[in-house]
């Protein structure tokens, strides 16, 4: 086990990570609607299909290579994949800085999509240095990198996006350049030679990451809430920035503000609630509060007909936060310690092929109703639809799902549950 010194720079440097590749990918969107349309010369309604098409290549890359990265990271380390992944997330802000064409933006999606790996690198990162009294609170730094860059991103992608739409993205980019050089001079490895494996092809794809996880009883239903929740927030990058411009008339600067305040709110939930709440109801507990509160918010903003509404929202459904953690150290928890990254990378590409689902899906549902010949306006339903597969995620909870058993491993590596 590493050291606890080192374990808490780590988690501190792997938070830092987090937070700057969260605060590059939303610090973008704020500018999308009017960059895709400078771009292309598409309506609203048309570039939120544009935009839809660029989420897929982003999530298909990340469907295909998180497993591979994951396994690798099992096999070589956490710190050189981290290194690699924040790199070329940097690469891919440049080369949409410079884009002038529609598909120069593909090129970059598609390595954005191979480095989206450092999430669940990094979340195999925080399973290195975690043991079963601290799992879920760690694992709610995820959830506070999240909020936090999802809460400074917008705003000042917002504040740039006033002096033109590419300017976030070559901030982006400055901010991954940033993130690798910090990472490079003081980020530790984790994973000790003993807990590391042999690399298998088998097991690096993403249906062979995903099959592999039947070894480990009880994490099925895991999964499957675990896709139905991701399904279900797929509508936030898919849509918030459209919706709010043609529902409500904002600008970049006040859809970076909206999402900043969502963010912060998350950041808050797990910061101050998650620590507390978290010993007094247990996992189980809490992640039903977050998964009921995500729903909630879904027919929230799908019926928030007037601007105010949205905050009003955004403050009675932050709750939703709590989801996350508990449902990642339900997971950990089952799974060996040299299978972690492998465990991270199956679920990178769950939540990858949702994000391949979900942002066309949303998106044209979104251009359906708002469209000039739409046989009813309203700029609502994507988040209506979001909000029935929250309400699946929520009984599949609550009817297969209790509270995690241990797992360990026998000497000859064999996943045995406690």
Known sequence: ?????SARRGLVLVFIILFLDIMGIAIIVPVLPSYLKELTGDTISEAAVDGGWLLLVYS???FLFAPLIGNLSDRFG????LLASVLTFALDNLICALAVSYWMLFVG???AGISGASFSTAAAYIADVSDDS?????FGLIGIAFGTGFALGPVLGGLLGEFGPRIPFYGAAALSFLNFVVAWFLLPETLESHNRRR???RRANPLGALKQMRNYPGIGWVLLVFFLLWQAHAVYPAVWSFVSSYRYGWSEGQIGLSLGIFGVGGALVM???LPRILPLLGEWKTGAIGLIFTGLGLFGYAFAFQGWMVYAVILATCLESLADPPLRSIASAKVPPSAQGE???ALSSLSSLTTIIGPLMFAQMFSTFTAPDAPVVFAGAPYLLAGLFMLFAIGVYLVKLRPASAVSEDPDGAPQSA
Request: hydrophobic residues 45%; proline residues 7%; without cysteine.
């Open 109 to 111: 999606r598609v390595l």
């Open 60 to 62: 298909g890359m990340q």
């Open 78 to 81: 956490r710190r050189p994949i």
């Open 134 to 138: 601290n799992r879920a609170r760690n």
């Open 271 to 273: 910061a101050l609630v």
């Open 343 to 345: 465990l991270q990378g």
């Open 1 to 5: 086990m590493i050291d606890p010194k």
């Open 199 to 201: 690399f298998e092809w």
